[in-house]
Structures are given as C-alpha cells and as structure tokens.
T-cell receptor
C-alpha cells in the first residue's frame, strides 16, 4: 500500500525567505514521488517528479525536492519565496505508475 | 493534442437523488482514467481507477460507483446521494506507462 503524509497543513513565509514543505511517504514498492501545485481557482500542475533516477530533483519555478529513502521523505524546497508561490501544494506517491495517492495538502502563504 | 472534458461544472442535488458525472478524453486511446474527490484539508482522495473498458478498481467502499462504457468515457454514479457525497470531483487521465496525470476542470457537487 502507498500513502503520503504532509506534515504541515499551512506554512507561512516572508517573500525572499526559503520555503520548506514536508512530505513523508509509505510504499510497499519502489515509489515514484511527485509534487503538484494548485493555485487559487486553477487546475493542478505538476511541479516535479522523482522516478528512481537522481535523488535531487529540480522542478519548475525554482523548486526542488530530495528523495531520502532512509527517512522516507520527499520534502519540497525553494531558496527564495515569491509572492506568486502562494498556493496549495500536494505530495503524491505512486507505484508502477498505476494509482496515485495524494497527501492532504499544504497551503503556502507568502507575506510581503 | 489531448483534452479532457468534465461536466457539469456545478451541481446541486437533494439527498436521495441519483448522480451521474461524465468525463471524456479526446485525442488519445486506451488512457488510464481516474476519479478523485477533493475536500478541504483532506487533499485528493482516489475513488476509482480504470485501465480499460469495463475494468474498474474501487479504492474505498462508498455510496458511489464508476463505469467505463467506452475507451475514453468515465462515468461516476450514485443511486441515492448522501450529504457526505458533497465535494469537488475531479476526473484525470494519463498515458499508459506514463507518470503524469492530466486533470479535468472538476465538478462542485452540493448535496442538500
């Protein structure tokens, strides 16, 4: 079985400061992991993906995530937050690219 | 190019009434199809998954059912709606063997 736990339902940062959104996963198989972003009144957009290649994955808009098997984590980071980063972020786990399980989401607020 | 259509966009139904939400994908064949429900603070819950016509995998026991009468058509149904069926329903698809999901625009269902 696969599941993800997003440890923070809300994260608030100031513009220009680092962003850290935490995700822990559970999987019976070698997992594929993803981060999706949903801006207000917009659809879901794929930010980045880990599919057993390099453990440090770079995505769009300066985001990156590191797969740590020993910690079963896949935290999302960005060195410097921008106002346009304010959105809800979802960590997703999949095995064999069949079923995709979403976390409960983390709402990122960016203060000016 | 591929497109996904989901309708209706909003729906208000009384408790005990039937439900039918439809999703169609254009521009591809044999897609993997998904129904998700999004609730505030709970992320996206996988409801149903299909790899082909008539092949439906149900993730959670509930008041809903799904059918895939044609290759690119996925229908979510209920015989009698409950208050707890209220939520935002998203249809998604992907190429077989691919890892990227493409989402429809969603249906906001209110059961009163």
């Amino acid at each position: 079985a696969q599941s993800v736990t997003q440890l923070d339902s809300h994260v608030s940062v100031s513009e220009g400061t680092p962003v850290l959104l935490r995700c822990n996963y559970s999987s019976s198989y070698s997992p594929s992991l993803f981060w999706y972003v949903q801006h207000p009144n917009k659809g879901l957009q794929l930010l980045l993906k880990y599919t057993s290649a390099a453990t440090l994955v770079k995505g769009i808009n300066g985001f990156e995530a590191e797969f740590k098997k020993s910690e079963t984590s896949f935290h999302l980071t960005k060195p410097s937050a921008h106002m346009s980063d304010a959105a809800e972020y979802f960590c997703v786990v999949s095995a064999l690219f069949s079923k995709f399980y979403f976390g409960s989401g983390t709402k990122l607020n960016v203060k000016p | 190019s591929q497109t996904i259509h989901q309708w209706p966009a909003t729906l208000v139904q009384p408790v005990g009434s039937p439900l039918s939400l439809e999703c169609t994908v254009e521009g591809t064949s044999n897609p993997n199809l998904y129904w998700y429900r999004q609730a505030a603070g709970r992320g996206l819950q996988l409801l149903f998954y299909s790899v082909g016509i008539g092949q439906i995998s149900s993730e959670v026991p509930q008041n809903l059912s799904a059918s895939r009468p044609q290759d690119r058509q996925f229908i979510l149904s209920s015989k009698k709606l409950l208050l707890s069926d209220s939520g935002f329903y998203l249809c998604a698809w992907k190429f077989w063997g691919s890892e990227k999901l493409f989402f429809g625009s969603g249906t906001q269902l209110s059961v009163l």
